[in-house]
């Protein structure tokens, strides 16, 4: 799934904790980080790819903001699965022989 994918970089969970309090335009992200332009936008460009972080462009700089409706869905998922208990089934002996 492209959104665990961009979830499994360190810097892109610390921009959504960031994203979570308010909408941060790309300045504020840099000075945050430390890193180079280039690489904000790469960080940007998968997580917006994933749909969970949307920008628009204000003036020179995109401010980003959550896309609540993706994190909801994946929240969504995560209760789904987190309520499926273990099958008490009996082990199931495959056929197949080398």
Request: proline share 1%.
């Amino acid at each position: 799934m492209q959104k665990f994918k961009a979830l499994a970089d360190d810097t892109r969970v610390e921009i959504i904790n960031m994203l979570t309090t308010c909408n941060l335009c790309a300045c504020q992200l840099l000075d945050h980080f430390h890193i180079s332009q280039a690489t904000l936008s790469y960080h940007m460009k998968i997580l917006q790819e994933a749909k969970l972080v949307t920008g628009y462009k204000d003036g020179y700089w995109t401010r980003y903001h959550l896309n609540v409706e993706e994190f909801s869905s994946i929240s969504t998922w995560i209760d789904a699965v987190s309520v499926v208990k273990e099958r008490k089934s009996p082990l199931i002996q495959c056929q197949k022989r080398d």
